[in-house]
């Protein structure tokens, strides 16, 4: 008989199947929308309608993505959402302030994603960045970066990259690239390439070699995201590793696709026996 704490969680329905499809059909919707109705000139905040339509094609999207994943989470992964929440916008907010060209304000969004999969990574992602947004307005139209941070993260860990540890800087060399590139668009899109803090320096320095201004920004992001990604996966890998076995072997999600590497199978037949 299984102990409730390993007991699988029920399978995802064709119901909630299509929520998560349409949660991410709001993402987009959402992102292509700010994006194509772009300002003309730089500015320091998203306009007025810019951050209501952005908070709410977000949220939406994150009560959809909820909606569907919710039945299918074992206890373990709904109290480490709130300190993934937590860890992301004090590390976020702390590194911020620094001149250190990198972010680290998804790291629990990862480990997230590493623990209970693609689906909760991207809604930890999502309702991180719009809690985060109600003290930085800036940052809501970013939220669909840290969406694909989320699924990208939990799709490499499906595949078996965090149980090949050395896979693990190519997954965020990879999902760093890809964020570099929806972090840039936003950027100019939405703020016409002003930045602040460290990244705006890396921008300026590009600027002061006769980029153009987007190149910059795209030039910037590359160098901060693909750092950042790197040495965010490998933290929070680290941090999965060094979190008891019992603890993650309650991860529904980490016991299917057999994230983790496990030194002595003996030693991860004898709970089960």
Do not use: C
């Not at 700010?34 to 007025?48: F, G, H, M, Q, R």
């Not at 990879?174 to 972090?183: D, Y």
């Amino acid at each position: 008989m299984s102990h409730p704490l390993t007991e699988d969680s029920p399978r995802r329905s064709p119901a909630r199947t299509a929520l998560i499809l349409l949660g991410a059909a709001a993402i987009v919707a959402t992102f292509a929308y700010l994006v194509i109705t772009s300002p003309a000139e730089p500015v320091d905040v998203p306009s007025a309608s810019a951050a209501l339509v952005a908070l709410t094609g977000y949220g939406l999207a994150t009560v959809l993505l909820f909606a569907g994943i919710l039945p299918t989470l074992p206890t373990a992964t709904l109290a480490l959402i709130p300190v993934a929440l937590v860890l992301n916008i004090v590390l976020g907010q702390f590194v911020g302030t620094t001149l250190v060209p990198i972010y680290l304000d998804s790291i629990g969004t990862v480990l997230v994603a590493f623990l209970a999969g693609p689906a909760a990574g991207a809604a930890t992602g999502l309702l991180s960045t719009i809690v985060w947004s109600f003290f930085n307005p800036t940052l809501i139209p970013f939220a669909a970066g840290a969406a694909v941070i989320g699924a990208l993260a939990g799709l490499a860990a499906r595949i078996g990259a965090v149980r090949r540890f050395w896979w693990v800087p190519v997954a965020g060399l990879v999902t760093g690239a890809v964020a570099a590139v929806i972090g840039s668009t936003v950027a100019v899109a939405v703020f016409g390439g002003t930045s602040t803090g460290a990244t705006g320096a890396v921008i300026a320095v590009f600027r002061a070699t006769g980029d153009s201004l987007v190149d910059s920004v795209v030039k910037g992001a590359i160098v901060s995201d693909l750092t950042d990604k790197v040495v965010t996966f490998v933290v929070a890998a680290v941090i999965a590793y060094a979190l008891p076995r019992r603890a993650t072997h309650r991860f529904e999600f980490v016991r299917r696709h057999r994230v983790l590497a496990v030194k002595d199978r003996h030693a991860e037949a004898a709970p089960a026996a």
